[in-house]
């Protein structure tokens, strides 16, 4: 394991002496027996987080030593979902993670965003973007990438990019066929909002064009079925720098259920 167990808030535990003393060769390289890392962490690459490791303990980490909280979606979920329309949630690149894991055809909740401000009626378009327009360097509704776990810890300001999606995707005509959550979300008003969205209406969010012909609702359903939302960390709490628990996706997770339940109440 590696939160709390190896590293906290990015900085190497005195355990983290044992792997090179222990697990692996003079060289740093050689590793005398089979070696994982996991962690309920997300939000980058297994490469990156290999990189991070190796120069964290010094040694030689490889992206197949890694397993991270969103590692199974590439196994389980990609090869059926791979050219079809999903929404993605949480800290960090999300959304280049989730092409890097196989899905093709990938929206971000703040590329939804951007494709109907109507939905957030609290945040500006402005917040969805790099910068956060007026607000300087980290808008509401992008947050930062520095942080306790995963997500590109100690990049800074996140700087990707957010477009509006595809001109159909998210809509009646090319509905999302799943939301998957890859990492912590940073904006849990927004990302909540957007969730609860998707699901209610199966997948389409987003308004038809005014140009879509009759019958397309009957079409497009019966050609893609929501499959539902998929959490990729159950963990309520996580050991961070701060002396107690801080909420984790888990915790995120039990806000959406309790939403979603009383709205169905």
Not at 92 to 112: I, P, S
Request: aromatic residues 8%; contains cysteine.
């Amino acid at each position: 394991d590696i939160d709390g167990v190896l590293a906290r808030g990015g900085v190497a535990l005195p355990a983290a002496s044992v792997v090179r003393e222990k697990l692996v060769g003079r060289n740093g390289r050689d590793w005398r027996v089979p070696t994982v890392f996991l962690t309920n962490g997300g939000g980058v690459t297994e490469e990156a987080k290999a990189a991070e490791l190796s120069s964290m303990l010094g040694v030689e980490v490889s992206p197949d030593q890694v397993a991270l909280s969103h590692t199974p979606f590439r196994h389980a979920l990609a090869p059926r979902l791979r050219n079809r329309p999903v929404l993605v949630a949480g800290r960090g690149d999300v959304g280049a993670v989730a092409r890097a894991d196989g899905f093709a055809a990938v929206v971000t909740t703040r590329e939804l965003a951007l494709a109907d401000p109507r939905a957030l009626p609290f945040r500006r378009p402005a917040d969805f973007l790099p910068g956060g327009g007026d607000r300087g360097a980290v808008g509401e509704g992008f947050g930062s990438a520095a942080g306790d776990r995963g997500g590109g810890a100690g990049a800074g300001a996140e700087r990707f990019s957010a477009v509006p999606p595809p001109r159909h995707w998210g809509t009646a005509l090319a509905p999302f066929a799943a939301a998957l959550v890859f990492s912590d979300p940073h904006d849990w008003y927004a990302d909540l909002q957007l969730l609860v969205d998707v699901v209610e209406t199966k997948g389409a969010p987003l308004p038809l064009p005014a140009d879509a012909g009759a019958g397309a609702d009957a079409a497009a359903a019966a050609a893609s079925a929501f499959e539902g939302i998929f959490f990729s960390n159950p963990d309520l709490e996580f050991a961070g720098t701060h002396p107690r628990p801080r909420f984790g996706q888990g915790s995120f997770a039990c806000c959406f259920a309790a939403l979603h339940r009383s709205i169905l109440e």
